[in-house]
């Protein structure tokens, strides 16, 4: 049975719905956030992108991950690294919020504040707002991590390549809900000690080989809360306020990428948090009616950090070519990155799931020197296309790729600063991508600056 109504059902009425043809207005639904996303395995430039949104932003919120992600930014000459705090925190006329589906390391985040303040980043603290209902990640947690990996390779003879910053055990105590939120640190501390205290106690029933000194830790546990303590707010009700307030610029960085995502990436060699557009609204509370663009950032080739298939990565110079012209080296970490070709299945799969209103293509540069170019376009097996993504990490180890070939430009691009400044073989790489994956590129960079990010639109 279904129902229908139009005004004239109800003449009789004095005050007929205010939903009359259902049409809203921008007050009703409020301001339009735009998300910025990962559209490989990640250390696509993601913050490079967000800084030069952010400049014109009024708040950019991080909504998943933790500092298991990195984010380097080059302003005026001066290198940035941001692994928790939000790439917008340089703009000093914007707000930053953390958000609550971010797991925080309060260590972390004040040591990395306090190095970046060292390097000219004044007052960021009083532009962070933090979520109350933020997870926090915990020293065990970190040392959970690495015991987890090392039984892993002992049992499997593999492990899943974490950074060992305590993110996945952090995100299996939230969803066995014996987790430690911003807001329980801020309440009664003896309360927070003694579900501190048990949190401990079930992790070492499970790792006899894990010792915490937990006064200890909540000594420093103590100290951090009441630095912490001006930034916290209801991030609910923050989200919301800015969303139906006055007219904001609201910008979503996300972490880590698509196939890094927890449901999509190449499980189980993914992160433990939904880095698609879906973690925009869940980590921060924001209804879906709120999104407006969605900005996918992929490099002009294909990198990966840590253990999982790669199917376009080229294990000869190529790689090397790749990952020393680029500097590919984790900014966490400090691994080196696996490089090959770009990878359109990847790519297009990332855009099934995110809906990408436009791309940033980057590091265009690093391909400057390149006699000739592939890119992925297709999967097979036994000599057939796949039709699908894989879901299946066996299946996706065993395709083979069908490449395009064009020609290298042989021409230097760091100094391009406009479309028409790109040599034509370039431009029709370019055009390619986009036509395969039928998503406009908005932005072409050609440097680590801010720039040199070529807007095309």
Not at 251 to 275: K, M, Q, R, W
């Given at each position: 049975m279904s129902f229908s109504w139009s005004p004239k059902d109800n003449k009789s009425c004095n005050n007929p719905p205010a939903a009359t043809g259902f049409k809203r207005s921008r007050n009703d639904i409020g301001n339009k956030v735009t998300v910025v996303l990962g559209a490989q395995w990640g250390d696509e430039g993601k913050g490079k992108v967000v800084d030069m949104l952010a400049t014109e932003a009024d708040l950019v919120c991080r909504c998943q991950g933790g500092n298991n992600a990195g984010h380097t930014v080059v302003v005026d000459g001066k290198e940035y690294d941001f692994h928790l705090l939000p790439s917008g925190i340089i703009n000093s006329k914007s707000t930053s919020l953390i958000g609550n589906g971010v797991v925080i390391h309060l260590p972390g985040l004040f040591e990395e504040g306090d190095k970046n303040e060292k390097k000219g980043l004044k007052g960021w603290d009083k532009r962070l707002i933090v979520s109350d209902r933020a997870h926090l990640v915990f020293d065990f947690h970190q040392v959970v991590d690495g015991l987890q990996e090392t039984q892993r390779q002992a049992q499997e003879g593999k492990n899943i390549g974490t950074t060992k910053k305590g993110i996945g055990p952090t995100y299996s105590s939230k969803a066995s809900r014996t987790g430690l939120r911003v807001c329980d640190l801020m309440g009664d501390f003896k309360d927070f000690s003694a579900r501190f205290k048990n949190l401990v106690q079930q992790y070492q029933s499970m790792y006899p080989a894990l010792t915490v000194d937990a006064e200890d830790q909540l000594k420093k546990l103590k100290e951090y809360a009441e630095r912490l303590r001006p930034m916290v707010r209801d991030g609910v009700y923050y989200m919301y306020e800015a969303l139906h307030g006055s007219q904001k610029k609201i910008?979503?960085?996300?972490?880590?990428?698509?196939?890094?995502?927890?449901?999509?990436?190449?499980?189980?060699?993914?992160?433990?948090?939904?880095?698609?557009?879906?973690g925009a609204c869940t980590g921060l509370g924001i209804p879906p009616l709120n999104i407006g663009d969605v900005f996918g950032v992929s490099k002009a080739y294909t990198t990966r950090v840590g253990i999982g298939a790669f199917p376009t990565e080229q294990l000869n110079a190529v790689g090397e070519l790749l990952q020393t012209r680029g500097h590919e080296v984790g900014v966490t970490t400090g691994r080196k990155r696996r490089c090959g070709w770009l990878d359109l299945v990847i790519l297009k799969y990332a855009h099934m799931i995110n809906g990408f209103t436009a791309i940033a293509l980057t590091k265009l540069d690093i391909l400057d020197v390149l006699d000739e170019i592939k890119v992925g376009v297709a999967y097979k097996i036994n000599g057939k296309r796949v039709p699908h993504f894989p879901a299946n990490l066996e299946v996706l180890q065993k395709v083979e790729v069908e490449y395009e070939t064009f020609p290298g430009w042989k021409t230097d691009t760091a100094a391009a600063r406009k479309w028409n400044d790109l040599p034509p073989k370039a431009q029709n790489y370019i055009r390619f991508i986009e036509n395969h994956i039928g998503v406009p590129i908005k932005w072409v960079g050609v440097g680590k600056s801010r720039e040199c990010m070529i807007q095309m639109f």
């Open positions: 910008l979503v960085e996300g972490a880590n990428a698509a196939l890094l995502d927890i449901d999509f990436g190449t499980y189980p060699f993914v992160t433990s948090s939904n880095c698609t557009v879906g």
